[in-house]
């Protein structure tokens, strides 16, 4: 069942991108600076898209990096908590006289 959903979502995907690319086949200018093109609409939204998603995923990456750093540092510590907590569960206890 769960397959048939995804194939029929898949298969909504492409129709929808099918469309979006007939609907928006004109023609527009696009300067990058160094170069002028002219490609269709929905080659340039979807690149526009794409460019903006990479973006965002090279801006997200260095506070990912300092949380995969926190979580390394904290479990660590709690290794450490851990092996101190075994050792004194293992100390007898003395009499207090």
């Known amino acids: 069942m769960r397959r048939l959903f995804a194939f029929i979502g898949g298969l909504l995907i492409i129709l929808f991108g099918l ?3 007939v609907l928006n ?3 527009v200018g696009v300067d990058l600076f160094i170069a ?3 490609v269709a609409l929905s080659v340039a939204l979807v690149g526009a898209l794409i460019l903006g998603a990479a973006l965002g995923v090279l ?3 260095g506070a990912v990096w300092r949380r995969r750093r926190e979580v390394a ?3 660590r510590q709690l290794g450490y908590a851990e092996r101190q907590l075994q050792a004194l569960r293992r100390t007898p206890l003395g009499d207090s006289d």
């Open 19 to 21: 469309a979006f690319s």
């Open 25 to 27: 086949a004109n023609p």
């Open 36 to 38: 002028q093109y002219e």
């Open 59 to 61: 801006a997200s990456l």
């Open 73 to 75: 540092r904290l479990q």
